[in-house]
Every structure is written in structure tokens, then in C-alpha cells.
């Protein structure tokens, strides 16, 4: 089914979808919420785009439009992924200590955003220089898509540009001055970043500042030497991002339909999230997921680190099942198609019962990293920008694993680089960094 035949569907009932739509947000919210801590949270996000994606599973069930088993499937998969999220206890924040244990790593950390910043303002302008501006390519996927050693640039923005947002905040937040960083890079550091969010066109991007942001209070909210002040600044903040994103979304959406009416402009907003269900609505009606490629499961799990360290060739992996579903559906390649979402990597790749202990693992996976590893990150922990980085990227795993397997990959391969010109740069200089107890400095 396209997304033309879908929505010309959904037009038949609108009523009853959203319904059905009301029902399964409030239902994904409802079993999740001691483990959502605010609407800033990136399982927040993880759960509204599951609930929008179930909404079509449920409605073509409701209009016999897909198999029970298929349903049934679906169901049992989504019901061990959100248990394998609820059986680690929920964090308190108490994990993280009400005093700064590692004061000491102060003087590093603002190294390290010396080097991340450096890497990521290099290697963006070796991009822009190589490909032009991303935003004027049809999709990230093509930006990147032609090699030539691009890929590396792709990891290292990833990971330099979280670890600029998180330890720039780090800064301010804890008023560290460095003797010789004037202040003026600081500010060209912030705008770099805002503008390369910008030009790359990508709508997720300033996302990531608020889940960067929402991780930062979250570890450091019972820290004393953190500003008050500043964490209040930086929960406005949160709330501004979140603000803009719905409006650029909606201005987007009238933009598109070329008109001011409220009803158009109603129907193409429901056009686009009904979407998110692209993976279901192309895989099970006309049983097309039955004839996709489950060869080599482990590869298409973790090929992108293999590849990475070269253990395998790129030409070995398996090709994307959003790929194949695209083809499967259009007759033609694109490079494009539908995130492969848990439950249907878990079918095609696992079987019906190997898809549930698949899904159950992802589940557990995300639980463990957000509940249990987040206890041991005191404030001013040494890894503690990484670990919000993989934290952030971890529940993608329920739309794409191969998403945060990449920014494993990327982690694996950049973060031991700048860490290690950090301690070099540390050995090189004679403490460079001292604290202002007394300034109050806040991000432009």
C-alpha cells in the first residue's frame, strides 16, 4: 500500500482514526509514565512516534485490511519492548549524588569542548567545502550517499556537535573561565552550531538540543555548585525550542498546502503524522514483508560497526528493509523508504516468536542505559557527555537500530580521539582554567 492509498483510506473514516489515534497516545503515555520525566525526555518523543505508528496497525485491523497474525505480532512486540523498558526501577535522580564528586574534572572537560568545538567547525567546513549546504539535497541520505571519505565527516559532526551543545552548557552552568579562550569564541562556537542545525535541514536536529539540555539538568539538578539560575534559563529554553519546532511545523505545513484555510491545513498535518506508520501500512497488507530478505540478521544489526572497523565489506551487508519495502511498493529504487521499526526487523529477520525476544532485548537494552547506568554518573563524571549521547540515541532503536548502532560506531571511532587530544592538550598547558565563583554568565 502507498501513502497515497493509505490516506485515500483514512479519508474514508477520519473520525475513527483519531480516535484510535487519542486511545494509543494516551495508552503508550499512560504505561510509561513513571519512566518519562518530562515532556523534554527523548522516550517522550520515542513514544509519541510509537503510539502515531501503532494508530495505523490498528486501524487497517479494524478495517480488515491486514491478517490477526500480523496483529498479533505487532501487539506482542510492542507489549516486550515497553516491558524490558519497566523492568529496571525508575531513576529518582538520587543516582546522581547531591554534591559535585569530581570537581577536579572541571579544568578537563573545558579541553574537551576546546577540541570538540575544533573538530566540529573543521570538519563542518570541510563538508560545506566538499558537498555544498545539505539543505538544498533531497534527504540526508544523499548528502552522504556519493563516499569519497564523507562518511568520516558525518560521524565526527554527529558526535563533536553534542559534545559542543553539552559541555558549552557544562561551562556556563558551572562559570568556567579559560585564561586563553576569550569570550568571542564562545559566541562563535554557539552561532556555528545554530547555523549548521539550520542548514542541515534536518527538523531533528534542535531536538537534540533539548534532550541535550533535559540530560544535563537531570544529572545535575541535586549538583550545589551548579547555578540555580542557570537551570531555571536553560528549562525556558527548553520550552522556547519545543514552542519554535510546532510552530516551524505547522508553518511548514501551511506553506505547503499554498493556502490560510484551517481545514486544509488540518488535513495535511493528519496527512503527515498518519506517516509514521509508512513501515505497516506498506509491509502487511499485501503480505509484501513476507518476501523481504532475513538473510544474515547479525550483519543487518551490526554491520555498521563491523564495516566500521573493516571486519566486513559495505557490499556484504544485507540491503535496508526500508529499502526493500520501498521497491517492494513503488517498482524502483530511491534510496529512501520507511524506518524498519523493531517489530518488523524483528519478523523478518527473527521470525513471529524470535521477534518478541528481539524486541524484549531492545527494550531492556534502553532500560538499562536510561535507569541503571544513569545511577553511576555523578556530576563532572569524566564520561558523563558520552553517556547523554548514547542515552539520547538509545530509544531510536524502536524506529531504526541501525540509527543507534551508527552513533555507536561514530562514538567508538571519535570520542578515544578527543579524549585523548583533551589529556594531551591537558599535559601541554599549566592549568588553564579557573573558576568565577562569583560571575553569573548565561548563554547569549
Same mark, same amino acid.
Given at each position: 500500500?502507498?501513502?497515497?492509498?493509505?490516506?485515500?483510506?483514512?479519508?474514508?473514516?477520519?473520525?475513527? $482514526? &483519531?480516535?484510535?489515534?487519542? !486511545?494509543?497516545?494516551?495508552?503508550?503515555?499512560?504505561?510509561?509514565? @513513571?519512566?518519562?520525566? =518530562?515532556?523534554?525526555? #527523548?522516550?517522550?518523543?520515542?513514544?509519541?512516534?510509537?503510539?502515531?505508528?501503532?494508530?495505523?496497525?490498528?486501524?487497517?485491523?479494524?478495517?480488515?485490511?491486514?491478517?490477526?497474525?500480523?496483529?498479533?505480532?505487532?501487539?506482542?512486540? %510492542?507489549?516486550?519492548?515497553?516491558?524490558?523498558?519497566?523492568?529496571? #526501577?525508575?531513576?529518582?535522580?538520587?543516582?546522581?549524588?547531591?554534591?559535585?564528586?569530581?570537581?577536579?574534572?572541571?579544568?578537563?572537560?573545558?579541553?574537551?569542548?576546546?577540541? =570538540?568545538?575544533?573538530?566540529?567547525?573543521?570538519?563542518?567546513?570541510?563538508?560545506?567545502?566538499?558537498?555544498?549546504?545539505?539543505?538544498?539535497?533531497?534527504?540526508?541520505?544523499?548528502?552522504?550517499?556519493?563516499?569519497?571519505?564523507?562518511?568520516?565527516?558525518?560521524?565526527?559532526?554527529? /558526535?563533536?556537535?553534542?559534545?559542543?551543545?553539552?559541555?558549552?552548557?557544562?561551562?556556563?552552568?558551572?562559570? +568556567?573561565?579559560?585564561?586563553?579562550? #576569550?569570550?568571542?569564541?564562545?559566541?562563535?562556537?554557539?552561532?556555528?552550531?545554530?547555523?549548521?542545525?539550520?542548514?542541515?535541514?534536518?527538523?531533528?536536529?534542535?531536538?537534540? /538540543?533539548?534532550?541535550?539540555?533535559?540530560?544535563?539538568?537531570?544529572?545535575?539538578?541535586?549538583?550545589?555548585?551548579?547555578?540555580?539560575?542557570?537551570?531555571?534559563?536553560?528549562?525556558?529554553?527548553?520550552?522556547?525550542? +519545543?514552542?519554535?519546532?510546532?510552530?516551524?511545523?505547522?508553518?511548514?505545513?501551511?506553506?505547503?498546502?499554498? =493556502?490560510?484555510?484551517?481545514?486544509?491545513?488540518?488535513?495535511?498535518?493528519?496527512?503527515?503524522?498518519?506517516?509514521?506508520?509508512?513501515?505497516?501500512?506498506?509491509?502487511?497488507?499485501?503480505?509484501?514483508?513476507?518476501?523481504?530478505?532475513? @538473510?544474515?540478521?547479525?550483519?543487518?544489526?551490526?554491520?555498521?560497526?563491523?564495516?566500521?572497523?573493516?571486519?566486513?565489506?559495505?557490499?556484504?551487508?544485507? %540491503?535496508? /528493509?526500508?529499502?526493500?519495502?520501498?521497491?517492494?511498493? $513503488?517498482?524502483?529504487?530511491?534510496?529512501?523508504?520507511?524506518?524498519?521499526?523493531?517489530?518488523?526487523?524483528?519478523?523478518?529477520?527473527?521470525?513471529?516468536?524470535?521477534?518478541?525476544?528481539?524486541?524484549?532485548?531492545?527494550? &531492556? &537494552?534502553?532500560?538499562?542505559?536510561?535507569? /541503571?547506568? +544513569?545511577?553511576?554518573?555523578?556530576?563532572?563524571?569524566?564520561? %558523563?557527555?558520552?553517556?547523554?549521547?548514547?542515552? !539520547?540515541?538509545?530509544?531510536?532503536?524502536?524506529?531504526?537500530?541501525?540509527?543507534?548502532?551508527?552513533?555507536?560506531?561514530?562514538?567508538?571511532?571519535?570520542?578515544?580521539?578527543?579524549?585523548?587530544?583533551?589529556?594531551?592538550?591537558?599535559?601541554? &598547558?599549566?592549568? #588553564?582554567?579557573?573558576?568565577?565563583?562569583?560571575?553569573?554568565?548565561?548563554?547569549?
Amino acid at each position: 500500500m502507498t501513502y497515497l492509498e493509505f490516506l485515500q483510506e483514512l479519508s474514508q473514516h477520519p473520525v475513527v $482514526y &483519531l480516535v484510535l489515534l487519542v !486511545v494509543t497516545v494516551w495508552a503508550y503515555l499512560f504505561l510509561l509514565r @513513571k519512566r518519562i520525566y =518530562s515532556i523534554s525526555d #527523548p522516550l517522550f518523543f520515542a513514544a509519541l512516534y510509537s503510539a502515531l505508528a501503532a494508530t495505523a496497525v490498528w486501524y487497517m485491523c479494524w478495517r480488515n485490511l491486514i491478517e490477526t497474525t500480523y496483529v498479533l505480532q505487532f501487539a506482542a512486540t %510492542e507489549v516486550a519492548f515497553i516491558f524490558g523498558i519497566l523492568v529496571f #526501577p525508575c531513576f529518582n535522580g538520587q543516582g546522581s549524588a547531591s554534591t559535585s564528586v569530581y570537581r577536579n574534572n572541571k579544568p578537563f572537560f573545558s579541553l574537551l569542548y576546546i577540541v =570538540s568545538s575544533g573538530m566540529f567547525v573543521i570538519a563542518q567546513i570541510a563538508v560545506y567545502s566538499i558537498r555544498g549546504i545539505p539543505i538544498f539535497y533531497a534527504s540526508r541520505l544523499q548528502y552522504y550517499a556519493e563516499g569519497g571519505g564523507l562518511g568520516i565527516f558525518d560521524r565526527i559532526l554527529s /558526535v563533536s556537535s553534542f559534545f559542543c551543545w553539552y559541555l558549552i552548557i557544562y561551562r556556563f552552568a558551572y562559570r +568556567i573561565k579559560i585564561k586563553f579562550w #576569550p569570550r568571542l569564541l564562545d559566541h562563535a562556537v554557539l552561532w556555528a552550531l545554530v547555523f549548521s542545525a539550520v542548514l542541515s535541514g534536518s527538523k531533528s536536529t534542535f531536538l537534540t /538540543v533539548v534532550f541535550v539540555i533535559f540530560y544535563f539538568r537531570l544529572l545535575h539538578r541535586q549538583d550545589p555548585d551548579c547555578a540555580i539560575e542557570f537551570r531555571d534559563e536553560l528549562a525556558k529554553w527548553q520550552k522556547r525550542i +519545543i514552542i519554535a519546532a510546532c510552530f516551524a511545523f505547522v508553518s511548514v505545513m501551511a506553506f505547503e498546502v499554498h =493556502s490560510s484555510s484551517y481545514t486544509l491545513l488540518v488535513i495535511e498535518t493528519s496527512q503527515r503524522l498518519s506517516a509514521f506508520g509508512d513501515t505497516f501500512f506498506m509491509a502487511f497488507p499485501t503480505h509484501l514483508v513476507e518476501s523481504l530478505s532475513g @538473510k544474515h540478521p547479525l550483519l543487518a544489526i551490526f554491520g555498521g560497526v563491523l564495516v566500521m572497523f573493516r571486519l566486513v565489506s559495505p557490499a556484504d551487508l544485507p %540491503e535496508n /528493509v526500508g529499502f526493500q519495502l520501498y521497491r517492494g511498493v $513503488y517498482g524502483f529504487d530511491a534510496f529512501v523508504g520507511p524506518n524498519p521499526r523493531h517489530n518488523l526487523m524483528g519478523l523478518v529477520y527473527f521470525g513471529i516468536v524470535g521477534s518478541i525476544f528481539y524486541s524484549l532485548t531492545l527494550g &531492556l &537494552l534502553v532500560g538499562f542505559l536510561r535507569n /541503571v547506568v +544513569i545511577r553511576w554518573m555523578k556530576p563532572g563524571n569524566t564520561i %558523563e557527555p558520552l553517556f547523554a549521547f548514547l542515552a !539520547v540515541s538509545c530509544v531510536s532503536v524502536s524506529t531504526d537500530i541501525a540509527i543507534f548502532m551508527k552513533d555507536v560506531s561514530s562514538a567508538l571511532m571519535v570520542v578515544p580521539v578527543m579524549y585523548l587530544l583533551a589529556f594531551i592538550l591537558d599535559l601541554a &598547558l599549566a592549568q #588553564p582554567v579557573a573558576l568565577r565563583p562569583n560571575a553569573a554568565t548565561f548563554l547569549p
